[in-house]
């Protein structure tokens, strides 16, 4: 299974959620299909981000695409919401943070020690640039933890954190592994209020599936369209279909 196969999945599971979610509430089936979603998403996220050539312009794409939807959200609902492109955005980010950490113990310069580097012109010690990324990385999620528990982000916490876990191993079966902890954690995390969410355990044999490969098809970009295309078109037959 490809990775083209799995954003398939992904963006038809999440049109069934959302059309659940605004059109049909009655039908509980689509609610359930949509919760294969975000895991399949977190997942090709956290593959995006090991395949990329440059992985700012990838954070760039996902975080202005989300803060757009953020401003139509906005004045739409007029509610304090982050998305789930800005819950990937905040992913990206950690994911570029446990790198250096993952570089700066295998004894090579980690990209934040290349940056004091450029900015002091003096080399970081082995230790120091171990140290530097390793505090970076734990306040970040200090900070990520007090954002989720004052404002609402889709998915919350252990969203953010699912494509980090898969992406803190190289080893196909263990970045499978840490995938279906993280699943199970997003979950748990959602058991009292929304306990449907363990339906998304049916993400974890396709995940095993995967052969990292892209697929023949690729169709980068309409993933990145799709969602707040397939939004406003449903947004819109609300407003004109009456119920």
């Known amino acids: 299974m490809t990775s083209f196969v799995l954003k398939l999945i992904a963006a038809l599971s999440m049109l069934c959620d959302h059309a659940g979610l605004i059109l049909f509430p009655k039908i509980p089936a689509l609610r359930i299909i949509g919760r294969l979603a975000f895991p399949l998403y977190a997942f090709c996220i956290a593959e995006g981000f090991r395949h990329t050539r440059n992985r700012l312009r990838y954070f760039l794409r996902v975080f202005i695409l989300g803060a757009l939807c953020q401003i139509v959200y906005f004045v739409v609902e007029d509610d304090v919401?982050?998305?789930?492109?800005?819950?990937f955005s905040f992913s990206i980010v950690l994911m570029a943070l446990t790198e250096c950490v993952k570089t700066a113990f295998r004894g090579e310069e980690s990209a934040a020690a290349k940056g004091w580097r450029r900015i002091t012109s003096k080399k970081m010690s082995v230790p120091g640039d171990k140290a530097l990324s390793l505090a970076m990385t734990l306040a970040y999620l200090a900070s990520l933890f007090l954002l989720t528990s004052r404002i609402t982000v889709d998915y919350g916490f252990f969203g953010i954190l699912l494509p980090a876990l898969v992406n803190l191993f190289d080893d196909r079966w263990m970045r499978a592994t840490a995938f279906s902890c993280g699943v199970l954690a997003v979950a748990l995390s959602f058991a009292g209020s929304f306990p449907v969410q363990?339906?998304?355990?049916?993400?974890?044999?396709?995940?095993?599936?995967?052969?990292g490969k892209p697929g023949r098809v690729r169709l980068k970009y309409f993933f990145y369209i799709f969602?707040?295309?397939h939004?406003?078109?449903?947004?819109?037959?609300?407003?004109?279909w009456p119920r």
Do not use: D, E, R
């Open 227 to 229: 969602y707040p295309a």
């Open 231 to 240: 939004m406003a078109i449903l947004y819109g037959i609300s407003m004109l």
């Open 81 to 87: 919401y982050l998305g789930i492109l800005l819950t």
């Open 198 to 211: 363990f339906w998304s355990l049916l993400t974890i044999p396709a995940v095993l599936l995967y052969n």
